[in-house]
């Protein structure tokens, strides 16, 4: 008795999910850092939390709703044998890695 293959190069929803869960955790991981250092700001200043907070938290959020939809495109693109999604993804990641560093060490130098 063989086995049956999947219709195409891919397994479907394997290399997708696995790809959808790393970005996920990446996401987690920055926003649970994230609230650790606002948390460490909170102590210094209130207004300086805030404006974090207001900085990078929704980026977190809409982080996830991207990961989210690319997981959604990718599978119907691989489906239809089409172009996967573009960079926006990853720029988001960079924008929000960006600004927690950069939040760090304000931290960091201001206290």
């Not at 920055?30 to 805030?50: D, P």
């Not at 119907?76 to 927690?100: F, K």
Request: proline letters at 6%; aromatic letters at 6%.
């Amino acid at each position: 008795m063989m086995s049956e293959r999947p219709d195409g190069p891919w397994d479907p929803g394997l290399q997708i999910e696995r790809t959808t869960l790393a970005w996920l955790r990446t996401t987690l991981a920055f926003v649970v850092g994230l609230l650790v250092l606002l948390r460490l700001i909170g102590h210094e200043s209130a207004l300086a939390a805030l404006i974090c907070a207001l900085l990078t938290l929704p980026l977190g959020l809409a982080i996830s709703w991207l990961v989210w939809r690319r997981h959604l495109h990718s599978e119907r693109r691989l489906r239809e044998r089409a172009p996967l999604p573009g960079a926006a993804l990853p720029a988001a990641v960079t924008a929000l890695a960006v600004l927690a560093g950069g939040a760090g060490l304000a931290y960091v130098l201001f206290s």
